[in-house]
T-cell receptor
Framework: NAGVMQNPRHLVRRRGQEARLRCSPM?????VYWYRQLPEEGLKFMVY????????ESGMPKERFSAEFPKEGPSILRIQQVVRGDSAAYFC????????????FGNGTRLTVT | TQLLEQSPQFLSIQEGENLTVYCNSS?????LQWYRQEPGEGPVLLVT?????EVKKLKRLTFQFGDARKDSSLHITAAQTGDTGLYLC?????????????FGTGTRLAVRP
């Protein structure tokens, strides 16, 4: 059973470009969470989604960031007009149900904005 | 927003020594998890503690959840070089949506041979 798959593993973007980060949850998991980790820091919650619904986006910056989890396909975290401060590791986690087994994390996408 | 503070932030010890990492908050959590993270990888779950006062052992690692469910500790006995990594505690908020976790600031452990 494949774990949480994230791609790309590394992404380099110039300031002003768009970044698209993809996350395929574990098989049978319908809950997806996105976290951001700045260098030498812990993970910060960004958004929680179920299929076709955003449940909690309290950790998402108000501008330039959006997330979706369509009925088919991976969850996408989209960052428009990236700035240097967006450089970080972005991790996706999934769970089978809310309040269920602990989250399983992917290996992250490392975004570098030049 | 609930905060979790870990101490120490950095720890460098000799192989064979014992160590304890602390995770503290002023807020109550419904459960608390400990993760270890290697460079370039995602966090890997070590343990979940749910009941106040609960103690769980995982080989040389002992995890304890405070009676009031506000704090936790991780004790490693006879550390090995393979224990090197970033240790993160994470609490599930009492009234959170889903499995939203608040992560601690992390403890970076280096075990010298």
């Amino acid at each position: 059973n494949a774990g949480v798959m994230q791609n790309p593993r590394h992404l380099v973007r110039r300031r002003g470009q768009e970044a698209r980060l993809r996350c395929s949850p574990m098989k049978g998991h319908s809950h997806v969470y996105w976290y951001r980790q700045l260098p030498e820091e812990g993970l910060k919650f960004m958004v929680y989604l179920q299929k076709e619904n955003i449940i909690d986006e309290s950790g998402m910056p108000k501008e330039r960031f959006s997330a979706e989890f369509p009925k088919e396909g991976p969850s996408i975290l989209r960052i428009q007009q990236v700035v240097r401060g967006d450089s970080a590791a972005y991790f996706c986690a999934s769970s089978r149900e809310a309040g269920g087994p602990p989250l399983h994390f992917g290996n992250g996408t490392r975004l570098t904005v030049t | 927003t609930q905060l979790l503070e870990q101490s120490p932030q950095f720890l460098s010890i000799q192989e064979g020594e014992n160590l304890t990492v602390y995770c503290n908050s002023s807020s109550v959590f419904s459960s608390l998890q400990w993760y270890r993270q290697e460079p370039g990888e995602g966090p890997v779950l070590l343990v979940t503690v749910v009941t106040g006062g609960e103690v769980k052992k995982l080989k040389r690692l002992t995890f304890q959840f405070g009676d009031a469910r506000k704090d936790s500790s991780l004790h490693i006995t006879a550390a090995q070089t393979g224990d090197t990594g970033l240790y993160l505690c994470a609490g599930a908020e009492m009234e959170s949506s889903g499995d939203k976790l608040t992560f601690g600031t992390g403890t970076r452990l280096a075990v010298r041979p």
